[in-house]
């Protein structure tokens, strides 16, 4: 198993430009989660899912999108990124039976 | 779910043990008491959990007071590689709650000494 996957590894942008983070996982995990983490802090939640079709807003949400098509893909998308979200990005997931969560390496985004 | 306090950094001395302390004083009934951690910018990484009982795994161990207003996680014997940032986080794991939402704090960096 490769686990959770993330691309890309880096990423820079313009204000205002668009981009989508992919995240992955080849575990059957029905629940997935993004979140970011800026410097010296802890992780924040931005959105979640319960399973395919079903998402839902985390703790920061705002200027994110995201969709759950299927089981294992939870892209995250910037509209039209800002400065602001200058951070780095992790996708998790689990499975509802077990209680560990299953992080990727991360992305870490500069917007300039 | 609870909120939790943890002291900024610790240092401990490798080949020793690393107790690190999280108060959580108003803990809930039915919220569980995880640590997770994160190397140098990894993604964070599980290490325990638990609810009333102490637990003990392969990495560490989780004593929890009897009142659950605090908990400490032990490692036994550090290492250099233990160096990293430790969350402790309370939470309702149960049914429609076991979601994976996690609300991480600022947690402790634990600094291992040679």
């Known amino acids: 198993n490769a686990g959770v996957t993330q691309t890309p590894k880096f990423q820079v942008l313009k204000t205002g430009q668009s981009m989508t983070l992919q995240c992955a996982q080849d575990?059957?995990?029905?629940?997935m989660s993004w979140y970011r983490q800026d410097p010296g802090m802890g992780l924040r939640l931005i959105h979640y899912?319960?399973?395919?079709?079903?998402?839902d807003q985390g703790e920061v949400p705002n200027g994110y999108n995201v969709s759950r098509s299927t089981t294992e893909d939870f892209p995250l998308r910037l509209l039209s990124a800002a400065p602001s979200q200058t951070s780095v990005y992790f996708c998790a997931s689990k499975s509802p039976q077990v209680n560990e969560q299953y992080f990727g390496p991360g992305t870490r985004l500069t917007v300039t | 779910d609870a909120k939790t306090t943890q002291p900024p950094s610790m240092d401990c001395a490798e080949g020793r043990a690393a107790n690190l302390p999280c108060n959580h004083s108003?803990?809930?009934?039915?919220?569980?008491v995880y640590w997770y951690r994160q190397i140098h910018s990894q993604g964070p990484q599980y290490i325990i959990h638990?609810?009333?009982n102490n637990e003990t795994n392969e990495m560490a161990s989780l004593i929890i007071t009897e009142d659950r207003k605090s908990s400490t996680l032990i490692l036994p014997h550090a290492t250099l590689r233990d160096t990293a940032v430790y969350y402790c986080?309370?939470?309702?794991?149960?049914?429609?709650?076991?979601?994976?939402?996690?609300?991480f704090g600022q947690g402790t960096t634990l600094q291992v000494k040679p």
């Open positions: 108003t803990i809930s009934g039915n919220e569980y």
């Open positions: 638990g609810l009333k």
């Open positions: 986080i309370v939470r309702v794991i149960h049914g429609s709650s076991n979601t994976g939402k996690l609300i």
């Open positions: 575990m059957n995990h029905e629940y």
């Open positions: 899912s319960v399973g395919a079709g079903i998402t």
